[in-house]
Structure formats: C-alpha cells, structure tokens
C-alpha cells in the first residue's frame, strides 16, 4: 500500500505563488510515476504534470512555462511549484501514484484546495 499526502495549497492573487508537496509513504518501490492532477467545480479531473521514477517531466499545455514538478526519490516527495497563477487555476489539486505494473495513475491523495482570485 502507499499513502500521499499533500500540503501547501491556499488563497493567492491572480500572477502570484504556491508551492504544493506531496509525502509518500508505504510501499514506496512500487512507484513508477507521481504525478499532480486537479478538478475544478463542474470539470473532469486533469493531469497537470507528471514525473517519472526515471526523471521523465510531462506537463499539461495550459502550464507549461508556469508550473515545475520536482521529485526527490530519496525523500519520496513530490513538489509542484505554481508560478503566474490566474483565476483559471483554482481548484482541488491532488497528489497520484501509478505503480509498476499499473497502467493508470491509482493511488490519491486527500486532495488541496487552490483559490486564485483577487
């Protein structure tokens, strides 16, 4: 089993910062990929960005540029830093896993709330 959880989230204004982490623990040699995923009220969920035990970094087209996951496989830890953050931002951001074997991400975590208004 592994268990993520996630802190960081809050109340920005529009163009400002937020750092998001994410701690993984249990059977941590069973992660392929973390990755960060949200959902806005009425929205499917949608992967924001991605990174893979092998250093591999995929981001979603409306971040690229803003966004920058880190992942530190010695800490089990995964960060993603919100740079230039607009209103269409806000939502429920989520930790994920996907383990060897698995072909989707399977493994959440509770979730943060981020609010990007002025």
């Known amino acids: 089993q592994v268990q993520l959880v996630e802190s960081g989230g809050g109340l920005v204004q529009p163009g400002g910062s937020l750092r998001l982490s994410c701690a993984a623990s249990g059977s941590i040699v069973s992660i392929y990929a973390m990755g960060w995923f949200r959902q806005a009220p009425g929205k499917q969920r949608e992967l924001v960005a991605s990174a893979s035990s092998g250093g591999f970094t995929n981001y979603a087209d409306s971040v690229k540029g803003r966004f920058t996951i880190s992942r530190d496989n010695a800490k089990n830890t995964v960060d993603l830093q919100m740079n230039s953050l607009k209103p269409e931002d806000t939502a429920v951001y989520y930790c994920?896993?996907?383990?060897?074997?698995?072909?989707?991400?399977?493994?959440w975590g509770q979730g943060t709330q981020v609010t990007v208004s002025s």
């Open positions: 994920s896993a996907k383990r060897v074997g698995y072909l989707n991400y399977d493994v």
